[in-house]
């Protein structure tokens, strides 16, 4: 079964510095999706970025940006100038490409996140 | 246009009664999932629709939980004989087909038994 590690319960980081929020995973499937989900006090999950196993390209969206290490089975998120407004709790996410009806999502514990100003 | 809603935002209710938990999915999305969020937890897999059937419900926990998307749009989440462990917030997302498009979710239901 897979499984999705988050080991850093919390973090801090500075207005406009950067920090590095990390994940490991483990699975047998050799492509699979990965994602980072932030979850403000309003509770909505909001994607804020995916990564396709099969690219080799780290996704990037604005300050959002990953490190995928596929033979590490690491996912970490890099965000850049951090804002008072990224401060949320952060979830990791898997989910397989193909298989058959599975089509959930597998996801960490979280990371909490706050920034200070 | 409107995003995914859930009703209520909020439900406390004793043990041992019957709950509700509505999710109103983005139109035309085929897909719908529901999960579960302890405290502290990230989300648990429950049950995903595709259409008007149940695709996958084996994260249903057991027989009082049960969920219908009868008309391939609203779903309803059904909690028999509530126990204190079920308090949770419940999350239903949505999407536009049932593969790589991505997921939209609602704000949750924070369900509470005492």
């Known amino acids: 079964a897979q499984t999705v590690t988050q080991s850093q319960p919390e973090m801090s980081v500075q207005e406009a510095e950067t920090v590095t929020l990390s994940c490991t995973y483990d699975t047998s499937e050799s492509d699979y999706y990965l994602f980072w989900y932030k979850q403000p006090p309003s509770r909505q999950m909001i994607l804020v970025i995916r990564?396709?196993?099969?690219k080799q390209q780290n996704a990037t969206e604005n300050r959002f940006s990953v490190n995928f290490q596929k033979a590490a089975k690491s996912f970490s998120l890099k965000i850049s100038d951090s804002q008072l407004g990224d401060a949320a709790m952060y979830f990791c996410?898997?989910?397989?490409?193909?298989?058959?009806?599975?089509?959930?999502?597998?996801w960490g514990l979280g990371t909490s996140l706050a920034v200070n100003p | 246009g409107a995003g995914v809603s859930q009703t209520p935002s909020n439900k406390v209710t004793e043990k041992g009664k019957y709950v509700e938990l509505r999710c109103d999915p983005i139109?035309?999305?085929?897909?719908l999932y529901w999960y579960r969020q302890s405290l502290g937890q990230g989300p648990e897999f429950l049950i995903y629709f595709q259409g008007t059937g149940a695709a996958d419900d084996s994260g249903l926990p057991n027989d009082r939980f049960f969920a219908v998307r009868p008309e391939g749009s609203v779903s309803t989440l059904k909690i028999q004989r509530t126990e204190r462990g079920d308090s949770a917030v419940y999350l239903c997302?949505?999407?536009?087909?049932?593969?790589?498009?991505?997921?939209?979710f609602g704000n949750g239901t924070r369900l509470t038994v005492t």
């Open positions: 139109s035309g999305h085929t897909a």
């Open positions: 996410a898997y989910r397989n490409t193909n298989a058959g009806n599975n089509r959930k999502l597998i």
């Open positions: 997302a949505s999407s536009l087909t049932d593969f790589n498009s991505p997921l939209h």
């Open positions: 990564q396709e196993a099969y």
